[in-house]
């Protein structure tokens, strides 16, 4: 499965900058959440693993209304995201490799659904001060989601 994600989103006011082991190196690691990210239709059938229409078909209406107000969590879904955020002025953009996207959360709309979610990704030390101006604010979000490939399917368990 492979998504492209292009949308604004609402940054998360902070970011949680810690260090964790990859192996036998440890590296640092950004932890950035955002919310209302403006998703169609086709995005959700993505997500959630569905063939091409089910969202239009089971989720919404004739008119493209919400059947209810859903939510739908998607706590097991990993993906890899790789991408830009952009802010307001062209300096301002952080660039994502192989950024984890997990946490996922759908909220129905008219026509789509409002994503929100966390990302993790590998950071540079002077990597982190690029990431201040885009806190707290509306941004261009735009990634490629893919599968992050096989996963421990017993974890959970």
Same mark, same amino acid.
């Given at each position: 499965m492979k998504?492209?994600?292009?949308?604004?989103a609402?940054?998360?006011?902070?970011v949680?900058?810690?260090?964790?082991?990859d =192996?036998?190196?440890e590296?640092?690691?950004?932890?950035?959440k955002?919310?209302?990210?403006?998703?169609?239709?086709?995005?959700?059938?993505?997500l959630?693993?569905r063939p091409?229409?089910?969202?239009?078909?089971? +989720?919404?209406?004739?008119? =493209?209304?919400?059947? =209810?107000h859903?939510?739908?969590?998607?706590p097991?879904l990993s993906?890899?995201a790789?991408?830009?955020?952009?802010g307001?002025?062209?300096h301002?953009?952080?660039?994502?490799?192989?950024?984890r996207?997990d946490?996922?959360? +759908?909220?129905?709309?008219d026509?789509g659904? +409002?994503?929100?979610g966390?990302?993790?990704?590998?950071i540079?030390g002077?990597?982190?001060?690029d990431l201040?101006p885009?806190? =707290?604010?509306?941004?261009i979000?735009?990634?490629i989601?893919?599968?992050?490939?096989q996963?421990?399917?017993?974890?959970?368990?």
């Open positions: 998504t492209e994600i292009e949308t604004t609402e940054i998360g006011k902070a949680n900058i810690k260090r964790e082991k =192996g036998d190196t590296v640092v690691v950004a932890h950035l955002f919310d209302a990210a403006l998703v169609p239709r086709e995005t959700i059938d993505d959630v693993g091409i229409g089910w969202a239009q078909h089971c +989720l919404f209406d004739e008119f =493209g209304a919400p059947i =209810g859903v939510d739908i969590s998607l097991r993906l890899i790789t991408g830009k955020i952009r307001i002025k062209s301002e953009e952080i660039t994502l490799r192989q950024a996207l946490d996922i959360v +759908l909220k129905l709309t026509n659904a +409002l994503l929100s966390s990302l993790a990704w590998k540079a002077d990597e982190a001060s201040e885009l806190l =707290g604010r509306v941004c979000l735009h990634v989601a893919q599968d992050s490939g996963q421990d399917m017993l974890q959970a368990a």
